[in-house]
């Protein structure tokens, strides 16, 4: 077993990694910084997938104060307050480092400024954006300048395994890796450690991230004993392109083709957000536009595969294909021509909003470790705005590189790391070689989306909630079966069996934060309870691991320090039809 030694260990290679191993190395070039990514690091993750843009307050005629009651509305006021604040104020400093530390080109104006363009939920069109496919830009970028930093030492295809905690100095002392190349476990000794590896939207049949999301992060942190929020909160992406039995099906149509003015149709030719937003249409935030379009697939308004359209040809051919190329070629991919013709769109599950309980410089409850991106809470509330997802990334990313420098140099020597406690670890994830016989994760993994996705999904009840909660059960007791056979190195049972362990863990947070709360408000909509009840619910739900390794949950009540938000206009709608 390798044991290596480093100041700064990052886990994920996505905006908000690449943005905190930037951030640490400027502050201190000494520093000794790994950044560690299941895939190829700068090729893999959901940053580099995003195509609509980034949502920055650069014009006169905008303000700080509206992108921050945007985000405030859109997430159905149950935000943190002082972590959106931040992060509409970072957002500028931010777009103006990618594109002069970073080399980022974003679209122009004629007049020279950058171009912002229109994005559902905003009251201003604020969004800038390279083409149709922003994030290929920001992080194939910020990768390339990772060459000049010395100090930062990247590792292709090595997965988290488990955080190490020093109890008796109650910090972080390191982590287990998995090279998933040779099949070798590394034990990496640090003094501090960034968790930003995405969330578990995989755990539903129809989903937009990487193929390699799992809930790696979240995961681990919750092993490791940190404080998670907001777990029930789960966005559907309204806009998922469906293309049958491809590694398409899911994949986003972004979010600027309804900004653009484009239409949604069901089978019958009518535009249905009439019926649950007639104000705001197709630009109707995501959770409202995703819901209305399963109420029209449920009541039978539904396409051949099971989806509704999106309709962008009334735009025009030359300027659908000048304003969305990366889309029209996307179409194209499963025969269909985006620039003419209706395209068969579905709900997609894209984005946790909740996740590890964090500070405003991305500290968990557990000293040395820090969380940023999808797997840190808080920041959206109930729902996240398109185009405030890479702004996060990158403001939280920034802010997780700042802050872990600083507490660096504040602790002299390494944590002990104990040598019992690797060997437990280890060895738990090896006994699936020690069964002749036993379960096959990628079944347990395929029963667990189709499980989410009819009970835990858009459209939520008891009865449902409480079969998921007993039927994930037996999926852990399936987990604890598995049998997997052959070498280690490039051995896919054995990855899916550690990605679907970690699936499991995260879709219980999911499924029983979304049973206990009683109300619907923002992704989150039960149909037994369809009105939003701030008497009892202007709150979030906090979950912790117990004593024997089970979550306990709790609520709070939602700090109301910068803004009252009975004075945001609309947060309580939640756009069931009429």
């Given amino acids: 077993m390798e044991h290596v030694e480093a100041d700064i260990l990052i886990l994920g290679s996505g905006g908000a990694g690449l943005f905190a191993a930037h951030h640490a190395a400027d502050l201190d070039p000494n520093l000794k910084i790994i950044v560690a990514a299941k895939g190829l690091v700068g090729k893999s993750g959901c940053t580099r997938m995003v195509q609509g843009g980034y949502n920055v307050v650069l014009h006169p005629d905008d303000s700080i104060e509206k992108h921050f009651k945007d985000t405030i509305k859109g997430g159905g006021g149950i935000n943190d307050q002082d972590m959106a604040w931040a992060l509409v104020n970072d957002c500028p400093k931010r777009i103006r480092e990618l594109e002069t530390k970073m080399g980022v080109f974003f679209d122009r104006n004629e007049d020279g400024t950058i171009h912002q363009k229109a994005f559902a939920g905003q009251s201003f069109d604020r969004t800038v954006h390279r083409g149709d496919l922003t994030g290929i830009e920001i992080i194939s970028r910020m990768r390339d300048q990772l060459f000049a930093k010395p100090n930062v030492e990247t590792w292709d295809e090595v997965r988290a395994v488990d955080l190490l905690i020093d109890e008796e100095a109650g910090r972080v002392s390191g982590c287990l890796l998995l090279s998933v190349r040779t099949g ?28 390699e999301k799992s809930g790696d992060g979240m995961a681990l942190c919750y092993r490791a004993g940190t404080e998670f929020l907001d777990m029930e909160m789960m966005q559907f992406h309204p806009t998922g392109l469906l293309a049958e039995n491809s590694r398409l099906n899911g994949g986003v149509l972004e979010e600027g083709l309804r900004g653009a003015g484009g239409y949604l149709i069901n089978s019958l030719g009518e535009r249905f957000m009439k019926n649950y937003d007639p104000e705001r249409m197709e630009r109707s935030t995501r959770d409202r536009v995703s819901r209305a379009a399963y109420m029209e697939i449920m009541a039978g308004r539904g396409t051949a595969l099971g989806g509704v359209y999106v309709d962008v040809s009334h735009l025009g051919k030359e300027n659908v294909r000048k304003m969305f190329p990366g889309m029209v070629e996307r179409c194209r991919d499963v025969g269909r021509d985006l620039s003419v013709e209706p395209v068969e769109i579905s709900p997609a599950a894209h984005f946790q909003m909740g996740g590890v309980k964090v500070s405003i410089d991305c500290e968990s409850n557990i000293p040395g470790l820090f969380v940023a991106g999808e797997d ?21 990313g920034a802010r997780a590189g700042d802050a872990a420098a600083a507490y660096v140099r504040n602790v002299s020597n390494l944590a002990k790391i104990s040598n019992s406690q690797v060997q437990m670890l280890t060895d738990d994830v090896l006994v699936p070689f020690q069964r002749a016989e036993g379960e096959n994760p990628f079944y347990i993994k395929s029963d667990l989306k189709d499980l989410m996705w009819e009970k835990v999904g858009l459209v939520r009840n008891k009865t449902d909630l409480e079969s998921a909660v007993i039927e994930l059960t037996r999926l852990e007791e399936r987990i604890e079966n598995v049998s997997v056979k052959g070498p280690k190195a490039f051995n896919l049972t054995w990855q899916e069996y550690l990605n679907v362990r970690n699936l499991v ?20 909509y039960r149909e037994d309870f369809p009105e939003i009840d701030d008497k009892n619910w202007l709150n979030n739900i906090i979950v912790t691991k117990g004593q024997d390794g089970q979550p306990i949950y709790r609520t709070k009540d939602v700090i109301q320090n910068r803004i009252n938000v009975a004075e945001v206009a609309g947060y309580k709608t939640i756009g069931a039809s009429k």
């Fill in 184 to 211: 070798t476990f590394i034990v990496v000794h640090c003094k501090a450690v960034i968790v930003g590896t995405g969330g578990a939207a995989t755990m539903y049949k129809i989903a937009t991230p990487s193929l």
């Fill in 505 to 524: 863990t995260i879709a219980k947070m999911v499924t029983a934060s979304s049973l206990l709360r009683t109300e619907s408000r923002g992704s989150h």
């Fill in 376 to 396: 840190a809470g808080g920041v959206h509330g109930a729902n996240r705005l398109g185009g405030n997802g890479v702004a996060d990334s990158t403001v939280f």
